[in-house]
């Protein structure tokens, strides 16, 4: 690849925060959403889990963008050496914050980079690793939090990207950017194995005022 040059980027995930991330690396990328079935299967260990179903979110999205690079990404809590879910309702966030506090679990954020340019595609894949300790609140904050932040759509109920940092009495990862569901600096890496041009002359330039 000419250097300079940059195959398009596709992100393969419809998450609005994922997109945020994205775009605070100054890169040019559109979005396509994945379509594939995301349940666990038997047996599977968590951070396998992440990493199948980022490879598979990015595979799915390969013949229609050929020549590019597709970014897939999963997200898994690991409690207790189980999966966590998305809770889908209240009351099954309710129970996942009463089950949570005061004990360390660890959010699995699988990343996969398929380069669509080469046949066959060559995917790179890595799993970041955050622990985080969940505070021990009362049922009244709990449910206060909830009517607040409706996570009902995340991992573990809690929307860290808002409110539910509050929840967390510590949060320790190589990649701080890995919890929200993106993990920046890992992401960075694969595209400089890619060839892709990330060195800070090649991005856009902001000037003083």
């Given at each position: 690849m000419p250097t300079g040059?940059?195959?398009?980027?596709?992100?393969g995930s419809s998450s609005p925060y994922r997109q945020q991330q994205l775009r605070t690396l100054g890169l040019p990328f559109s979005v396509a959403k994945p379509?594939?079935?995301e349940t666990p299967q038997p047996n599977e260990a968590p951070a396998e889990t992440a990493l199948r179903l980022a490879r598979a979110?990015?595979?799915?999205?390969?013949?229609?963008?050929?020549?590019?690079?597709?970014i897939g990404c999963d997200q898994v809590l690991e409690f207790k050496q189980q999966p966590m879910g998305k809770p889908?309702?209240?009351?099954q966030a309710m129970l996942q914050l009463q089950t949570l506090r005061g004990q360390e679990s660890?959010?699995?954020?699988?990343?996969?980079l398929l380069d669509t340019r080469t046949q066959p595609a060559q995917a790179r894949s890595v799993n970041s690793k955050t622990y985080v300790k969940f505070r021990c609140l009362d049922d009244a904050s709990l449910a206060a939090y909830l009517h607040l932040d409706q996570p009902y759509d995340c991992a573990g109920s809690a929307k860290?990207?808002?409110?539910?940092?509050t929840l967390l009495e510590y949060c320790r990862a190589d990649d701080p950017s890995a919890l929200i569901g993106l993990p920046l600096i890992s992401l960075c890496q694969l595209l400089i194995e890619a060839g892709y041009p990330l060195h800070p002359l090649a991005l856009p330039q902001s000037h003083p005022a």
């Open positions: 040059s940059r195959p398009p980027l596709i992100l379509g594939i079935d979110k990015a595979e799915s999205l390969a013949t229609a963008h050929p020549n590019s690079l597709i889908g309702n209240h009351a660890c959010f699995h954020s699988a990343l996969c860290i990207e808002c409110r539910g940092i």
